[in-house]
């Protein structure tokens, strides 16, 4: 029963493993206008999309564009926790590990699979900004598909800060984006490291 058990687990971590880099091929297909009658761009809009429109339907509407990057998140989650969460199941069962750090053991891969997507979502942004700061100072074509879809993300955490930053010849809000998004993601690794240490299996 064990040995099956993790056999479970690594298959489980294969299957999302390769769903997440559908999302990215998907990703990067929507920026190069792929042909969508392509029997491999067909198989993976199929299999991403319901994901998109499902996370897309339940954002604010100026954070619809943010759908695909939340349903990557959302698989990264899944294949960060449910292989750990069924192998601890296993050592469970195999009465390798007792019930009360079996539960310890699962409350930690949910903790420690939410802050990795916190903070992976968190370098998002910081990489958005980044890009988006260079791009103000080498002024690329607006039609661009690139440049509209970083604009189009960036957009919603620009826009505040321009408002409150004083002006200047250089737009200075990516820079302040950037130092906010960087030590914002430094604090969450720092939560990170403990919770990862506590992991038994």
Not at 36 to 51: C, E, F, G, K, Q
Not at 59 to 77: D, E, G, H, S
Not at 150 to 175: E, G, H, N, W
Request: aromatic share 14%; no cysteine; hydrophobic share 55%.
């Amino acid at each position: 029963m064990t040995e099956y058990i993790l056999n479970l687990a690594s298959l489980t971590g294969w299957v999302l493993k390769v769903y997440s880099w559908m999302h990215i091929a998907a990703f990067v297909l929507s920026w190069i206008n792929a042909d969508p009658y392509n029997a491999i761009v067909s198989l993976i809009n199929r299999t991403t999309m319901p994901l998109w429109q499902w996370v897309g339907q339940r954002l604010p509407n100026k954070y619809v564009a943010f759908a695909p990057v939340l349903a990557l998140m959302l698989v990264l989650f899944g294949e960060i926790t449910l292989p750990g969460i069924i192998r601890t199941f296993g050592g469970a069962a195999g009465g390798s590990i007792a019930m009360d750090a079996m539960l310890k053991n699962i409350v930690f891969y949910l903790i420690f699979g939410s802050l990795y997507i916190v903070s992976n979502i968190i370098g998002f942004i910081f990489f958005l900004s980044v890009i988006w700061f260079v791009f103000t100072l080498v002024n690329p074509p607006l039609n661009n598909p690139i440049m509209r879809s970083i604009m189009f993300l960036i957009d919603p955490f620009i826009t505040p800060l321009q408002r409150v930053l004083p002006r200047a010849r250089i737009d200075l809000s990516p820079l302040v984006l950037a130092l906010i998004t960087f030590f914002l993601r430094e604090g969450v690794s720092n939560l990170m490291e403990p919770i990862r240490a506590g992991l038994i299996i």
